[in-house]
């Protein structure tokens, strides 16, 4: 399997290797065929992956967050700021 390319020039390889490969867990909300998000903390970096993908696409189309943009998103959310996605 070929290695996914980091496309982020603000995390090294070996940063960026760590939160793709990282162990990930499940929303206990997500449905019964597995369409959902996946999240991992590593390296101070906390990533997301699609779970309805192929693991290779998975990891290269992981997303990956600073700890300073996941707060800013959770406050967010915490604030109805995205509840429009979901009418």
Do not use: W
Not at 3 to 30: E, H, W
Not at 43 to 50: K, M, P, T
């Amino acid at each position: 399997m070929a290695r996914a390319t980091n496309p982020y020039p603000l995390f090294d390889d070996t940063q960026y290797d760590a939160v793709i490969n990282g162990r990930y867990t499940k929303s206990t909300f997500s449905n019964a065929n597995g369409g959902c998000l996946s999240f991992t903390v590593s390296v101070g970096l906390i990533g997301f992956q699609d779970d309805k993908l192929p693991s290779a696409e998975r990891k290269a189309r992981t997303l990956i967050f600073d700890r300073h943009e996941m707060a800013a998103f959770i406050a967010g959310a915490k604030n109805g700021d995205f509840d429009h996605l979901l009418d």
